[in-house]
């Protein structure tokens, strides 16, 4: 961690001990979550937008939803996940903080549960993406019948750790894949001329969309 990420991350704001308690879980258990600046900057987007539905692509252990719902308690929440382990941890946790009523935990392939979601004619004000990076494209693709104007789609984990800006560091063959697809999804983003895109070096990158138009 350089100084910059040091500072911002001492001044995060304070975490309630539920909260806290669940970043404790996920660095023991190793449990890949949000970093605290990008998740700092998530809640606040989702301040700003007010929206009333939220979708989360990759609900882990419900952490990252229940912080959108903290920020937003009006929100109703739908999330998806695929790993059966992960999907009952989050479900206890979601018990634990009483949010049941809150947020839709649907449990299978993001693809496949979005085209569900598709034909039940569902649309979300909000859309968080933090699932698996090799995905964005198709994620991103699956979920424009679920957009209207406005919408904003939020992703994680654009910059993977520095290797878009500098593959020299980059060791196996997987990663070296992985991190070509991530580029090839950031620049189609950039140049979607149906959003208005930002991406934000904070964390291991966010990116964020706006969607234009209907």
């Known amino acids: 961690m350089n100084n910059l990420e ?23 258990h190793r449990v890949p979550i949000m970093e605290p600046v990008s998740m700092n900057f998530l809640t606040q987007l989702v301040r700003i937008h007010q929206p009333e539905t939220i979708l989360e692509l990759g609900t882990a252990i419900g952490y990252s939803a229940l912080r959108m719902l903290d920020a937003n308690p009006a929100a109703r929440l739908t999330t998806i996940e695929k790993d059966v382990k992960m999907y009952e941890l989050a ?51 699956a979920v424009q019948p679920l957009t209207k104007k406005g919408t904003m789609i939020v992703c994680d984990n654009i910059l993977f750790k520095g290797y878009v800006v500098d593959e020299s ?14 580029q ?7 140049q979607n001329p149906n959003y208005h895109s930002s991406i934000v070096p904070i964390g291991d990158g966010v990116s964020i969309s706006v969607k234009l138009n209907k």
């Open 6 to 28: 040091q500072y911002l991350t001492e001044h995060v704001t304070k975490r309630t001990d539920d909260f806290e308690a669940l970043e404790a879980f996920a660095k023991e």
């Open 169 to 182: 560091k980059i060791e196996q063959k997987r990663l070296r894949s992985l991190t070509k697809k991530i």
């Open 184 to 190: 090839q999804f950031n620049a189609e983003l950039m």
């Open 91 to 141: 479900q206890s946790n979601i018990a634990k903080h009483q949010k049941e009523s809150s947020i839709v935990q649907l449990q299978g392939d993001a693809l496949e549960v979005i085209a569900e979601l598709v034909a039940n004619e569902q649309t979300f004000d909000f859309i968080f993406i933090d699932a698996a990076k090799a995905q964005y494209q198709r994620f991103f693709d």
